[in-house]
């Protein structure tokens, strides 16, 4: 039995010795141990439906089809964390939206979501007015940063809206006028859409970590 504990002892001392010899080694196996962190910024007027669509991302893949409970998150938890585990390694996204404690405007993200209520043409005004604008103007996106466009509340699209409908066609010009990279849109209360644009957002998201980054190479396409 005292051998093998002196063998056990003696292992596990040279190990440690080979570390302190070899600091640099040990800072890289920790480096590729952490997964690698993904900066998502929405943008939108507010109760477009940031929150809500956080909120059921939040819950899991699992639960992104068919009308499901919602809790919404507390603004004070951004940013809110969420692991990815893909065949190239492990990802952490960190979402920010506009109600975060700390400013928005000091981020430095690697991909910008512009949001806007679908029932609300206001909302798509502020959208092409003021949130494109001010993503642009405060530094806040970079030349290779993606920009992406999402509807929300997809579920209340009304086709006797007095101020005008809004179909996807006239958000998606829109989306080309600015130059942004996609057009997506969904209901975070009824599912509808909603797991295709996890999608869209995750394969953006990591796209901007390889190098020929995230932005769409033919103008503005469509989910």
Same mark, same amino acid.
């Given at each position: 039995m005292s051998s093998k504990v002196t063998s056990f002892e003696y292992t596990l001392s040279s190990f440690e010795f080979f570390f302190f010899l070899f600091p640099f080694l040990r800072a890289c196996i920790l480096f590729v141990m952490e997964p690698q962190t993904i900066t998502i910024l929405f943008v939108g007027d507010e109760r477009c439906g940031k929150s809500t669509l956080l909120s059921r991302i939040s819950r899991g893949r699992h639960n992104l089809k068919g009308i499901d409970s919602i809790t919404l998150l507390r603004d004070l938890d951004q940013p809110f964390i969420f692991d990815i585990r893909t065949r190239r390694g492990d990802y952490r996204f960190e979402f920010y939206d506009t109600s975060s404690p700390g400013s928005w &405007?000091?981020?430095?993200?690697?991909?910008?979501?512009? /949001?806007?209520?679908?029932? *609300?043409?206001?909302?798509?005004?502020? $959208?092409?007015?003021?949130?494109?604008?001010?993503?642009? +103007?405060?530094?806040?996106?970079?030349?290779?940063?993606?920009? !992406?466009? $999402?509807?929300?509340? &997809?579920? !209340?699209?009304?086709?006797?809206?007095?101020?005008?409908?809004?179909?996807? *066609?006239?958000?998606? &010009?829109?989306? *080309?006028?600015? &130059?942004?990279?996609?057009?997506?849109? /969904?209901?975070?209360?009824?599912?509808?859409? !909603?797991?295709?644009?996890?999608?869209?957002? /995750?394969?953006?998201?990591?796209?901007?970590? +390889?190098?020929?980054?995230? *932005?769409?190479?033919?103008?503005? +396409?469509?989910?």
């Open positions: &405007r000091l981020l430095r993200p690697d991909l910008v979501i512009l /949001c806007y209520d679908i029932s *609300q043409r206001l909302s798509l005004i502020n $959208l092409q007015r003021v949130w494109n604008k001010e993503v642009r +103007t405060a530094g806040v996106t970079g030349d290779s940063t993606p920009v !992406l466009m $999402l509807g929300l509340k &997809r579920d !209340l699209r009304s086709e006797n809206d007095p101020n005008g409908t809004i179909y996807p *066609q006239e958000a998606y &010009r829109m989306a *080309q006028e600015m &130059r942004l990279d996609k057009y997506m849109e /969904c209901s975070a209360a009824t599912g509808e859409l !909603l797991e295709e644009v996890f999608d869209d957002i /995750c394969t953006t998201a990591l796209k901007t970590t +390889t190098s020929e980054g995230g *932005q769409s190479e033919g103008g503005c +396409t469509i989910m």
